[in-house]
């Protein structure tokens, strides 16, 4: 068996082979699918998948294809929680560096630290609570 190369450039193709591969690993995952399998219906992914590759092309190409709210998105997600985030990253990185040349993965992954530590203060959030010191958001 041939393991493909890895890939050297951003662009629409790319981004769909990261989108798709993350979301297969998503899937099949114990703590994240079950997450995922209540908030999008089996008929709903294609329509998801088609989302996040216009997401991730305004993200790292700059495209505007992606009009959306995330954190609106996310704040409705039944069982979404702070500590799946730093797994979610986890399949997220694993992916990138699966599929790019080690330069263009860190650049995915940079993007997706900042985004999920965006949504995860956006999302989980409340003025006059204490801060969870844990979190690396507070270290």
């Known amino acids: 068996m041939t393991v493909p190369a ?4 951003i662009n629409e ?18 703590a994240l699918g079950p997450v995922f399998d209540t ?3 089996a ?14 092309s305004s993200v790292m190409l700059a495209s505007g294809r992606y009009n959306g709210n995330p954190v609106a998105v996310h704040r409705a997600v039944s069982g979404i929680a702070p500590e799946l985030f730093p797994h979610w990253l986890a399949l997220f990185a ?6 790019f040349v080690p330069a263009e993965a860190a650049k995915f992954i940079a993007k997706a630290q900042r985004i999920a530590e965006s949504l995860r203060i956006a999302v989980f959030f409340r003025p006059g609570q204490p801060p969870d010191l844990g979190s690396p958001a507070c270290a």
Do not use: K
Not at 6 to 9: F, G, K, N, S, V
Not at 13 to 30: M, T
Not at 94 to 99: E, I, K
């Open 13 to 30: 193709d790319s981004i769909r082979l990261l989108v798709h591969g993350f979301y297969d690993r998503v899937r099949a995952d114990p």
């Open 6 to 9: 890895p890939l050297i450039a």
């Open 94 to 99: 694993t992916t990138a560096q699966a599929l």
């Open 43 to 56: 008929e709903d992914w294609p329509a998801h998948l088609q989302t996040m590759c216009r997401f991730w």
């Open 39 to 41: 908030a999008i219906a």
